[in-house]
């Protein structure tokens, strides 16, 4: 499994695609930031991805600075419909990571773990409720903020109250036991059960939009307005915007009291004659257990604007020059049939150049934890496929082993299971017991996969490895 949305190989795909197009040092630089394990990668990760799609419309250039001194992260000359257009733009990573911080349930979550097995429990017989509830001005700055405190006061509360309750659980054997903490505005419940089977956790949901400008989504609209706000006046101002693990950006429930990402982007477009196009690009979940899929969804979202910027030209003279307009022999009806035609070639172009982009082998919610923990990301030790005289196991898992990485006892009790004296399952020691020895390897590509697979056909029993037998 990638460390990222997408395979690492179809991210070198992407570099290599861009090598002459990119200079070296940019280039450098996206792959040092690729390989790093911080914050930075997802979002290196969906800017290499971008690129990559939007040079196959036409000559593409990066970070070229503008008047303001700032470098936007592309520009891009394209033929759209019959017409040379120029694309200017930003690519965008949004989270929930501010939201997490504000409201630190994975705190707590991990140290009832951590406490629990600390103290010899089973972490799956607790139950937390934490509560909360709306903050800041109805309308504008409305959220969600959980009753509780900053990590490091949370911990310090979990060291002086939570931990002396987890260990009085074990000291004493209890069956049932509950925890209640609401002193001021820190209001939490803990509970106990062991019967239960599983960890269970509730609270409000902080990471729904009450408000159209307090969100993750405006908030980072609002900086690349700043970052575009001196583009040419010829050119289409676009905003990429991409999930770096962001609820609104997948979440397709509403309610009256909320608002969904479309809804955001056309305020921030309505107060701004800056930007001409937001294009949403997450991953779409679907299904449940065999018959779950994830998909690429790419979303557009332009609207109409009459708002007059004093630091800019009015909307209609700017995109005039964009589109190629005569504005003064034009009536207002016909630049807007004119502007909406061209956006619609221009969502089509993008659109075309996103169908490239291979299938999503994770979530980014995922790939963010995971690009935190692992460098190159777990191979497919622990999978086969068998059947007759062939075997496939994973490539990498061999040559980890192969390699010294990983010993023996680990190789058999990953990839087989049980122990390395009595594996289960193992088809090599099944082959070896009736004294088949291998009669070919063959090296099946397993492209997204970031492995491939090994197969071992094996031939008839060999008297080199079995008793002797009359025929």
């Known amino acids: 499994m990638s460390t990222f949305v ?20 940019q280039l450098t630089n996206l792959a040092d930031r690729l390989n790093a394990m911080n914050s930075d990668r997802l979002p290196a990760m969906w800017e290499v991805v971008v690129l990559k799609s939007l040079s196959t419309l036409g000559t593409l250039r990066h970070e070229v600075e503008l008047s303001s001194g700032r470098r936007p992260d592309f520009e891009l000359q394209s033929i759209v419909g019959n017409s040379a257009t ?37 972490a799956n017989h607790f139950q937390y409720r934490i509560e909360g509830g709306r903050t800041g001005v109805a309308g504008r700055s409305s959220r969600v903020q959980l009753s509780l405190p900053q990590k490091q006061e949370l911990r310090e509360i979990i060291r002086v109250d939570v931990e002396p309750f987890i260990r009085d659980i074990s000291q004493q054997s209890k069956n049932v036991a509950s925890y209640v903490h609401n002193v001021g505005d820190v209001k939490f419940t803990i509970q106990y059960d062991n019967a239960r089977r599983y960890m269970m956790g509730g609270h409000p949901s902080y990471t729904v939009a009450l408000s159209l400008s307090n969100n993750p989504l405006a908030n980072a609209l609002a900086a690349k307005i700043k970052q575009l706000r001196r583009a040419p006046q010829s050119a289409i101002r676009v905003v990429v915007l991409c999930d770096g693990g962001c609820d609104i950006m997948t979440s397709d429930a509403h309610t009256p009291e909320t608002f969904d990402r479309r809804e955001i982007v056309r305020d921030v477009l309505r107060q701004s004659s800056v930007l001409d196009l937001v294009v949403l690009v997450s991953v779409k979940e679907t299904g449940f257990g065999r018959t779950y899929k994830l998909a690429l969804r790419v979303e557009f979202v332009w609207t109409k604007r009459t708002r007059d910027d004093s630091s800019e030209k009015t909307l209609p003279s700017r995109l ?4 190629g307009w005569h504005a003064r022999r034009m009536s207002k009806v016909e630049q807007a049939e004119s502007r909406e035609a061209t ?22 919610s995922n790939a963010s ?15 086969y496929k068998g059947g007759g005289n062939s075997v496939k196991i994973s490539s990498r898992a061999l040559v980890r082993l192969l390699a010294g990485e990983i010993s023996s006892t680990d190789f058999f009790v990953q990839q087989w299971g049980g122990n390395s004296v009595s594996p289960h ?20 590509n397993g492209g997204d996969e970031d492995d491939d697979w090994l197969e071992f056909e094996f031939g008839d029993p060999d008297a080199a490895a079995a008793p002797f037998v009359v025929k």
Not at 6 to 21: H, P, V, W
């Open 425 to 444: 399952s193992n088809p090599f020691q099944h082959m070896f017991s009736e004294g088949r020895m291998i009669k070919s390897v063959n090296v099946e």
């Open 86 to 122: 120029l694309i200017v733009g930003d690519v965008a990573t949004v989270s929930d990571a501010g939201l997490d911080d504000r409201n630190p349930v994975g705190t707590l979550r991990n140290e009832i773990t951590r406490l629990a097995r600390k103290h010899r429990l089973e």
């Open 6 to 25: 997408f395979s690492r190989r179809y991210l070198q795909q992407c570099l290599d695609a861009l090598n002459g197009i990119l200079s070296h040092t």
């Open 369 to 383: 934890i995971r690009g935190m923990l692992f460098q190159i990301g777990p191979d497919n030790i622990g999978a």
């Open 320 to 323: 005039a020059a964009a589109f």
């Open 343 to 364: 956006f619609l070639a221009v969502e089509r172009a993008l659109d075309r150049a996103f169908k490239s982009v291979p299938t999503p082998q994770q979530t980014p």
